[in-house]
């Protein structure tokens, strides 16, 4: 924009507007106004652009961030919270059983997300939405309406919904599911916000609703599309989606700002909402992109990336006109200037922009009584022992059958007690005896989560991580039939590093030992505890963790990174310990030539199978691992 | 839900929109599965398909829409017209293309007794689930790797012997469901068990446009439908029809098109060359190669109409090596170039 900046202004009349907005837009943009502008954007287009991922814990800031977006919707608009353990009647709809058996027919009730129409939803704890919810939601996203196939009912209603999402994950919790936060526009961290950071709204409710009766007016020019379309493909961005929504943002920005075309500070916005977020990749120092995909970018805008000074103000000052070139070079600066910083190190690692690893090991939390896991249908009994769940429909359906006898009959006992003097009841309007009740049958799948630790350190990698990196690859071929999740840790060098969280994929599992160098010391301990550390995650989500340790044994860096054999062998000893008391079970895989005394010491504090490999085939080590499984 | 994307604006995708053309021309096939990358248009392409089928001729009154032609006795219940009269009433409608939505409960997906009959009436009756409304159309089921195992393998039963039999809640129902099985799904999200992915006919992969000016153009369009949906299917309405017309061409042609006795054997040769166990990939290879010529508007199968469709046909059929890197569609190419080689040779 032309004007570059007077301090972020909330809206003033028409004439301003422009103004103001576009300050907002380029001025000093702290964490804050990009948190802010993402809450107007929401509430001009909720189900338009998806929704708002928002990272950040309960607290003072997300509540501020969360009222705004309640001012700025216009009110009556539908604002719900669905809680994480919704079930699938509330959530879709289903039978409304009071008005069911009053009526005597069924009578369907619509869910959360349909009565949430026109609105936004709220979402918790949004990490721990499961699959199928979380896949549920989606559908409904991309549909603008919820159909449910339940309880005997058909359901079909509009539900055109924005929903926020709030990931609350600790470091070593799964991100939100990707099918949920591929949808959702825009992606905020309000993690680095303080109380006193928070500033002023960037638009007041009646700007909302001038920009949402602008919104259908508003074009994008094709320089901006193809910007876009460029910035994501150079920051590593493939879905298709979402450089889509980042139309869908920037046409939103430009309403709020009252414009009826997209310009370049409204593409630049949603790069740095909608692109940068989900960045997998630098354009710049990446060898081979930018040559043959990105013409748009000869040389990638050298500052280094920062996440809070937008880097590009100075294009401001010279002319309105932008060549395209310019405008694409402009909106990938600004995306870059929000990528995390720590995206590099990430990438380097070779796992892009996911939580990763460590701390915080959570112990005991393992029981789970038999009325959790996947519903797998009924069977009959009574509801209330051993907490077993009624499920009202199959019981009415095991009823329904039987009503017109059993009022045969109730007349008959009716008819005799008048006989006798008695005054009878009346009749129900369903009568529902003790053999129809069914009572819901849960089946909790026990999925084993075989976790390997390899030791790539230099004396294995001398000897045998080749060998030892074969019978991984057996091993998985095992879990692949058996459907397994597996996890790859190595260590080596100072620490260890979790190569790959919990999967199905094999395929990941074995690119990522592809990938594992090996040299450096012998940080055993920090290998055991990582491990064990995915053993507890993977025991606290319900599934049987079994450890699988490839080692020689020969630990010589410590915890702390440091050099010292004795110390590094008892800090290994110490935590082959705290396996063995979490009761995880593990398998010792002895890499060493000989087989070696440490290795099986180390197995036994652990607990573990001890299995040398210079011995072991095939066969036997898979037989091991089943073993342990066990 | 609104407007449908219309087919014929969908930017590449070239595999899948011919798969789903297909099973459109011969529903025999077996069902299509869709695996690719979230943002890839795999539902858009299932729902823009349904905008573009012919109508079909049904029996009015039938909860099944069976085809005038089949003069049953008596359909299943709770249809009470008499497939046999002379005088049956017919009318013309969509083909249905019925959305299978997650968390649906066994019940409605293969019918059960009807609630409301049995609350108010004390009735024992029948209510048709989704397997009915599918029938002679298409089952949708989008992220098929999240649905229940047992729901998958009921389906899958079911599409492969075109008849639903319900027997539950004393009731004792069989009925017509022939259906085209669409799955769709991405593979990072849980792989589908290797034993069903071969039960589906054709199995297509979709990945995101990575050249710019495509990605561009896919963006564009969306945007053009997302401001003025009516406008745009306008826009695209003649290519839509012209795609319905080859369609139902096609389908008149399928009976005549000749399958020569080269072709049958180069299928076969490409099978064993794979390894792929049984039949079934010969014979879906076959049909979906005539399928292709049907649309082509070729009488005759040749070479080039089984090389384009063996992919499709073939790739999830291969032995599972999960830890062979070069995936199944490498492996399937390599095939067809060891098998197809000379052949394209000769040919010219």
New interface residues.
């Given amino acids: 924009m032309s004007q570059p900046a007077a301090g972020p202004d909330t809206a003033g009349p028409p004439a301003e507007q422009r103004e103001s907005a576009s300050a907002t837009l380029a001025a000093v943009l702290g964490p804050w106004d990009d948190a802010a502008l993402a809450a107007a954007l929401l509430a001009v287009d909720p189900h338009g652009l998806g929704g708002v991922l928002v990272r950040g814990l309960p607290g003072p800031v997300r509540d501020h961030w969360q009222e705004l977006v309640r001012r700025l919707l216009p009110p009556e608009t539908p604002f719900r919270k669905i809680p994480l353990h919704i079930g699938d009647d509330r959530l879709l709809g289903g039978l409304d059983l009071a008005a069911t058996l009053r009526a005597g027919r069924p009578v369907a009730q619509r869910g959360v997300l349909a009565e949430s129409d026109g609105g936004v939803v709220l979402l918790p704890m949004a990490e721990r939405v499961a699959t199928g919810t979380a896949a549920k939601l989606a559908a409904v996203l991309d549909n603008g309406s919820v159909g449910a196939e339940r309880d005997g009912l058909t359901l079909k209603a509009e539900a055109r919904i924005g929903a926020v999402a709030y990931d609350e994950g600790g470091e070593d919790d799964e991100p939100v599911a990707g099918a949920l936060a591929e949808r959702l526009a825009l992606h905020i961290d309000l993690t680095r916000i303080a109380p006193r950071d928070i500033g002023e709204a960037p638009a007041e409710a009646p700007d909302i609703v001038a920009a949402r009766q602008r919104l259908c007016r508003v074009t994008v020019p094709d320089d901006a599309v193809k910007a876009l379309c460029g910035s994501a493909l150079a920051l590593g961005v493939y879905s298709m989606r979402i450089p889509l929504l980042a139309v869908r943002v920037a046409r939103a920005a430009a309403a709020l700002d009252g414009r009826d075309e997209v310009d370049e500070t409204d593409a630049a916005l949603a790069a740095r909402l909608v692109l940068a977020p989900r960045a997998t990749q630098m354009p710049a120092g990446q060898e081979e992109e930018p040559a043959e995909q990105e013409p748009e970018e000869p040389e990638p805008p050298p500052e280094p990336p920062e996440d809070q000074e937008p880097p590009e103000e100075s294009e401001d000052d010279e002319q309105d006109q932008l060549t395209p070139e310019e405008l694409a070079e402009v909106i990938l600066a600004a995306a870059q200037a929000a990528v995390p910083p720590n995206l590099l190190a990430l990438i380097q690692a070779g796992l892009g922009p996911k939580r990763r690893k460590t701390p915080a090991g959570k112990a005991g939390a393992r029981k789970y009584g038999a009325t959790r896991g996947r519903p797998s249908g009924t069977r009959a009994g009574m509801p209330g022992q051993n907490g077993a769940r009624l499920n009202v429909i199959e019981t009415l359906r095991s009823a329904a059958p039987w009503q017109t006898l059993r009022r045969r009959e109730f007349e008959m006992m009716a008819a005799r007690a008048r006989e006798e003097g008695y005054t009878p009841a009346n009749p129900p309007r369903v009568l529902v005896r003790r053999d129809d009740f069914r009572v819901m049958r849960y089946r909790q799948r026990t999925l084993t989560t075989t976790i390997f630790a390899v030791d790539a350190s230099g004396s294995a990698a001398l000897h045998r991580l080749a060998e030892a990196k074969g019978a991984v690859e057996l091993l998985l071929a095992e879990c692949y039939v058996r459907r397994d999740q597996v996890a790859v840790v190595a260590f080596r060098g100072k620490g260890a590093e979790v190569l790959l969280p919990p999967t199905r994929s094999l395929v990941r599992a074995k690119r990522s030992l592809a990938r594992l160098p090996g040299g450096g010391g012998t940080p055993l301990a920090a290998g055991v505890e990582t491990a064990a550390m995915l053993a507890d995650a993977a025991a606290h989500h319900g599934q049987s963790p079994v450890l699988v340790m490839l080692t020689d044994g020969r630990a010589n860096v410590g915890l702390d990174g440091k050099g010292g054999r004795a110390k590094a062998q008892a800090e290994a000893m110490e935590a082959a310990g705290r396996v063995r008391l979490a009761g995880h079970s593990a398998l010792v895989l002895d890499t060493a030539p000989r087989p070696d005394p440490r290795a099986r010491q180390l197995a036994e504090a652990m607990d573990a199978t001890y299995l040398p490999l210079p011995q072991a085939d095939a066969a036997s080590i898979s037989q091991a691992v089943q073993a342990a499984a066990k | 839900?609104?407007v449908a994307f219309p087919f014929s604006a969908i930017v590449g995708q070239e595999e899948m929109k011919r798969a789903l053309l297909i099973a459109a021309v011969d529903p025999s096939i077996g069902g299509v599965m869709v695996f690719g990358?979230?943002?890839?248009?795999k539902?858009t392409a299932v729902r823009a398909l349904a905008a573009l089928l012919p109508e079909m001729v049904a029996v009015e009154g039938c909860p099944y829409h069976r085809d005038p032609a089949d003069k049953v006795k008596t359909c299943a219940p709770p249809c009470t017209v008499d497939h046999a009269d002379p005088a049956l009433r017919t009318h013309r409608i969509p083909v249905p293309v019925v959305?299978?939505?997650?968390?649906?409960?066994?019940?409605?997906?293969v019918g059960?007794?009807?609630?409301?009959r049995?609350?108010?009436?004390?009735?024992?009756a029948f209510?048709p689930?989704?397997l009915a409304r599918a029938n002679r159309g298409f089952l949708y089921i989008?992220?098929v790797n999240?649905l229940?195992d047992?729901l998958v393998d009921l389906l899958l039963d079911v599409a492969a012997s075109g008849e639903n039999v319900i027997e539950r809640?004393?009731l004792s129902v069989r009925h017509p469901a022939r259906f085209v099985l669409v799955g769709s799904g991405?593979?990072?999200?849980?792989?589908l068990?290797p034993q069903l992915l071969d039960r589906f006919g054709l199995s297509v992969e979709v990945s995101?446009?990575?050249d710019?000016d495509v990605?561009?153009q896919?963006?564009?369009r969306?945007?053009a439908f997302?401001?003025d949906p009516e406008g745009f299917v306008a826009e695209w309405a003649a290519a839509d029809t012209e795609v319905r017309d080859t369609l139902s061409a096609a389908k008149q042609r399928l009976p005549q098109v000749e399958v020569p006795e080269q072709a049958l054997e180069t299928a076969s040769r490409l099978c064993m060359a794979l390894g792929t166990d049984g039949l079934r990939g010969e014979l879906t290879l076959m049909r979906a190669a005539r399928a292709v010529a049907a649309l082509d508007g070729a009488e005759v199968v040749s070479q080039a109409h089984m090389r384009g469709v063996a992919p499709s046909a073939l790739r999830h059929r291969l032995r599972?090596d999960?830890?062979d890197?070069s995936g199944s569609t490498a492996r399937v190419a390599r095939a067809i170039e060891e098998v197809f080689g000379g052949a394209e040779v000769a040919a010219q």
């Fill in positions: 839900m609104g990358d979230r943002g890839t248009g539902s959305d299978l939505p997650l968390g649906a409960t066994e019940d409605r997906v059960a007794l009807d609630l409301e049995a609350l108010a009436h004390g009735e024992k209510e689930g989704l989008d992220e999240l229940e047992h809640e004393g991405n593979p990072e999200e849980g792989e068990r995101t446009p990575t710019l990605r561009i896919v963006v564009r969306r945007d997302e401001r599972r999960p830890l890197e």
